[in-house]
Structure formats: C-alpha cells, structure tokens
C-alpha cells in the first residue's frame, strides 16, 4: 500500500501480474540499473548486486520486528544477513553451475512455464494480448520475464536432477519402520497436581516473604499512551455524496466495461470461413455470393476456408464469449442475429464469412439489483484518491513536523485519537496491531520521542503515530498479587508432594508391585495394558515420551518418570517390539517411503550445496547492507 502511496499505482492488471510472478523476482530479484552499484558478495568473480539481498533482508526483519513487536536484538539482526546473503550466493552457485554444466530450457517447455499462469489467461486460454498488458501494467517487458523464466526452469533441471535420483534401500527403510512405528507396552500411574492443593494451607507471613525476597517480579509492565491519525478508506467514502443520476451513469459505465457482470456472460455459437492472400477480399464476396444463392455454409467453409482447426467440421467453432477471439472478428460475432451471416470481417488473419447459430446468457444484475453494491463500489473508487493524497500527505507533514502531530491534523482535518497502556506486549483497539507495536517501540517513535513514519494496517487503513506519555514500570501493592503469590506457593509445595509420591511410585513399580496397588498407595490414578507407538494419541503425550525415553526393555520391564506443571507420571514399559512395513496399510506405507525418500532428497540438495561452497571463491561484503 505504500508504494501505491508513492507511485499511485491502480488497476487490477498491475497487481495481479505481480502477484503472479512474486515468486519468481523474490527468489532471482531484478536488477534493472545499470550504473555501479555496491556488491554484498562476489561469487567466482560474479557480482551479487546489493539491492535485491538488501530488500530481501529488510523484508526479513520487519517479519522479525512483528515477532519480537519492537526492534529487532542486533545478534538475531546479525544472524539474518548473513542467512539471507549466504542465501544469495547459493543462488548464484546454481546459477553458475547449470551455465557451466550446459542446461537448456527448450522455447516449448519456456512457453508452456509461461502460459501456465492465470494472470495470462482470458477465457481458460493464454491470451498474449493480457501478456503483454499485464507484463507492461507491471513494469515488465516479455523479454525480461521469460528470461527470468528460463533461469528458473534450467536450476529446476538441476535440482530435479538431484532430488528425483534420491533413493532409499529397503534396509533403511525397515530400518525406519522398526524404529518409527516401534510398539510398546505400557502401564503409568499418574498424580494430578489440583488433587493435592486442596490440603495446603499458605500463611499470609509466607506470602509476604516471597513479594519481599524477589520485588521486580511484581512491578508493572512498561507501559506508553499513543496519540495517532488514522486515514480509513471506508470513512472516507462514507462521506461521498451519490446522486441517483450518478450511481445510473456509474451502472452504465460499469456495463460497457465488464458486461458480463450486468448483463450476464454471454457466449456465441458460431462457425466461420477464413481466406488469406492478396485477393482474399475477392474470393470471400464470391464465397457469400455462393452462399446467398443457397449454397450449405458448413459445405463451402469445408471446400474454401484456409483455418484448419475448423474447415474440416464446416467452419464449426464451438461456443465463443467474449475475449476469446481477436476484436474485429469478436465485434461482428456480438452484433449479430442468430440464423444470420455477416458481411465480409478483416482481422489480422485475413478475410472472414461468420454464421451465428446460437445464444446463451446467464446471470447478470439489474440496476436495482445491483444497487447497494454499486454505491459501496462508487463510493469507495471515489474515495480511493482522496484516501492516497490523504496518507501521503499525512506522511510528510509528520514528517516534516516530528514532534506533533498537530500540523498534520489541523491541515487535513483529522481528529486526533488516542489509547492508553500499551506495552511490549499489546493493548487495546490499534495497540493490537503487531505492527502499530512495532512502530511505538522503535527507535525513533519510543527513544527520541518523533512521530513514526506511515504505518501501513492493511490495504485501506494507514496511520502515524507518537508517544504522547510515557508509564515507567512500578511496584504493585502487596494487597494486588498476594493471590498470586499464594496461588503459587500452593502449586510449588503441591508439586513437591507430587514429586515425592512419583519418587515412591517409581520404587514400588521397580519392585514389581501391581500398577493398581501402586497408585491407590500414592493416591494416583492408573492404566494398565495399553500398547502406543510414538504419535499415539490415546496416552498423554508426557507419557508417550516418557515411555520412549527409557531403554527398550531386556527382560525386565523398564521405569520412566516424568512430572509436568500439571501432573506426574511413572510409566512401566513392558515389552518393546520394532515395527514392520508388514503393519502398515498400503497408503502409510507409500506415505513413509516418500517421507524418507525427501528427506534423503533434502540432505544430498544440501549437501551438493555445501560442496559447491566450499569450492568456490566467495567474498561477502556484510558492510554493504548497513
């Protein structure tokens, strides 16, 4: 949104096609500048231009920045230049290593990468009219993209080559299934901590020893109040005036240009002749006039028409909507009557004769039925440019201004909200916004007290914002935690009591005491002769790890002990026995060897990654990007 603040980018066209092919330019980047630019690594002597591994890494941080809602710690921020150059420069050693190694990207296997895309369809067809539109709505020139294209598709040869050779031997794959899928018999006495808190008793002096002896516990968190203008598309078009003469002529012009929306989509039967050549013009009045005579349209279009794809089934082409053909041809289809044959069409292919057979025509929309979405929509296009200039200017003015945002109000004409008691953590109504928190932490907002640059909420909401008060962390009364602090005391001796009955519950089992006589003694509770494997779902996780944890069995059942904030556990495994592709349906079978098959295919991608590293000659100019 804020490049379409900047650069008043519109349309849906634009969009889509950046949408489209995101991935390609996030992943390869595009480098359109060719004065010198600093390097952020040099790999074999090839330059890896600064720019795209610096929008890279910011992209990276503001992710980091929502996380962590607030700057980002310098060592995590360390930590992600260099994964994102190292990123690059694998990019780079691939790039290289499919040149050298001879990969090519056939133009047929290239237009069929291309026409795959959506954004390049009309009509579930490619359509090389939106191709070109799209690729120019976007900034792009068709050279440009299906060179990137082909770049992507030869390392795709490369990567392919590696992944799609991974195998796994039937021994390790028994041997996964033995481990994976190993069966073991169980039996657990577990000791729920809330059954024993009822018998503990916390003195108010206790209670007062613990708020003394560890203070900063109980301060306050760090809190700010936020004064902030909200620009808010849907506000704003609110406020449009609509008269009924303007939403009609709206309607009106909203037909022409999709009619399919109103007036519903509508599609053609139709079948045509074609003639091509310096007397097409001739010949195709002479193929009318044989026609008007009486003569079977479907027997001279088989006789005399030059397109292929139709002569041979009398001209028949199917049904047509609109988009699906060039526009001449497609403006004398739409004018016509069923039963009839048109006039002689030029289009860029020659001379056409075209029949209308059929029409068809689905939904579409009145005026009055389409009236409510009609003035939301007219409402909000009207809107859109006031709510551009609106956050743009509210920009600079906060920015030419940092130390109010008064300047800002009183020019636009926008009230000036506020919330209160925000920490690092959130707060209330806009507080909650990861990146409102972002902006009030950072730097320049929370430190040096300015206003923050445009804080982008969604597509139709943007704000700037300031601190307005600062609420330094205080102590809190005793009389305000000392639930708290009993609570706690309570679970601490509550969960020691647990752990010594565990301890004794551990013992009697060792010993060989019946599992139901264990936990009556501890005043637990029990489950006896169960049978998990590693993702059973039927025991409590703690107990499923704890039975795995211990060693298989030898003779002698095994004890495992485990104790969580809510419970304990003493789990007794009985028997261990490994699994077997033998116990697993057909499709858990097919699901594991492709699971263990990718993982053998990830480990020798990364492998031939680190090796193609290793040897190479790699300078990284980690500067470049402070």
Not at 11 to 37: E, N, Q
Not at 74 to 97: H, M, P, T, W, Y
Not at 185 to 194: D, F, K, N, R
Request: hydrophobic share 45%; no cysteine.
């Amino acid at each position: 949104m804020l490049q379409k603040i900047r650069e008043k980018i519109t349309g849906w066209v634009a969009w889509t096609i950046v949408i489209t092919i995101g991935i390609v330019f996030a992943v390869w980047g595009i480098d359109l500048s060719f004065t010198p630019r600093p390097m952020a690594a040099k790999v074999n002597g090839a330059e890896v231009p600064v720019e795209p591994v610096r929008r890279a890494y910011q992209e990276q941080v503001s992710r980091f920045q929502q996380a962590f809602r607030g700057d980002v710690p310098e060592e995590i921020a360390d930590e992600i230049r260099r994964g994102v150059i190292e990123q690059f420069v694998s990019r780079e050693l691939l790039q290289q290593r499919v040149v050298g190694a001879g990969y090519r990207v056939s133009d047929a296997a290239l237009a069929e990468q291309v026409q795959s895309y959506e954004a390049f369809r009309v009509g579930g067809e490619f359509s090389m009219e939106a191709y070109r539109a799209a690729l120019a709505g976007a900034g792009y020139t068709p050279s440009m993209f299906e060179a990137e294209q082909r770049r992507l598709l030869e390392v795709q040869q490369l990567q392919d080559a590696i992944v799609l050779s991974s195998f796994i031997t039937p021994d390790e794959l028994a041997r996964r299934v033995a481990l994976e899928r190993e069966l073991r018999e169980i039996e657990w006495v577990s000791l729920p901590l809330e059954r024993f808190l009822a018998d503990i008793e916390v003195s108010e002096a206790e209670v007062e020893a613990r708020y003394q002896e560890s203070p900063e516990r109980w301060m306050t968190p760090e809190a700010v109040d936020l004064a902030y203008i909200l620009v808010e598309l849907d506000t704003l078009a609110a406020q449009v005036e609509v008269s009924e003469e303007d939403l009609r002529a709206y309607y009106e012009s909203e037909v022409s240009r999709e009619p399919e929306r109103f007036l519903g989509l509508e599609r053609r039967k139709a079948a045509h002749i074609l003639v091509t050549g310096d007397d097409a013009e001739a010949r195709i009045e002479a193929l009318r006039a044989r026609i008007e005579a009486g003569e079977d349209f479907a027997a001279v279009a088989e006789e005399a028409s030059e397109d292929p794809g139709s002569a041979r089934q009398g001209g028949d082409l199917g049904w047509v909507e609109r988009g699906m053909m060039v526009p001449a041809f497609e403006a004398a289809l739409f004018a016509m009557e069923p039963g009839t044959v048109s006039e002689p069409v030029q289009s860029e292919f020659g001379w056409h004769l075209i029949r209308l057979d059929e029409m068809q025509q689905s939904g579409g929309a009145s005026f009055e039925e389409a009236r409510e979405e009609l003035l939301a929509e007219y409402r909000s296009r009207q809107a859109e440019d006031r709510y551009y200039d609106d956050a743009e200017a509210l920009a600079t003015l906060a920015f030419e201004n940092p130390d109010s945002l008064q300047p800002a109000a009183a020019a636009l004409g926008y009230e000036i909200s506020t919330v209160a008691d925000v920490t690092r953590q959130g707060g209330a109504g806009i507080a909650a916004e990861p990146a409102v928190l972002a902006a009030a932490w950072s730097e320049g907002v929370f430190d040096r007290r300015e206003n923050s640059g445009l804080v982008e909420l969604d597509d139709d909401r943007v704000l700037v914002l300031r601190v307005s008060d600062h609420h330094p962390p205080e102590q809190r009364p005793l009389q305000d935690v000392a639930a708290q602090i009993q609570d706690e005391l309570r679970r601490e001796r509550a969960a020691a009591r647990v752990a010594e009955l565990a301890a004794e519950a551990e013992t009697r089992l060792a010993a060989g005491e019946p599992v139901a006589e264990v936990a009556a003694a501890v005043s637990g509770d029990h489950v006896a002769g169960l049978t998990v494997v590693r993702d059973d779902v039927t025991a409590p996780p703690a107990v499923v790890s704890a039975a795995f944890a211990a060693p298989r069995p030898a003779g002698e059942p095994v004890i495992s002990r485990t104790q969580g904030p809510s419970a304990a556990f003493v789990v007794r495994v009985l028997t261990a026995t490994p699994g077997g592709l033998d116990l697993l349906r057909p499709e858990e079978q097919r699901q594991l060897r492709d699971r263990s098959r990718g993982a053998r295919a990830s480990q020798e991608l990364q492998a031939y990654l680190e090796d193609m590293r290793q040897r190479a000659e790699v300078t990284v100019f980690e500067n470049a990007l402070q």
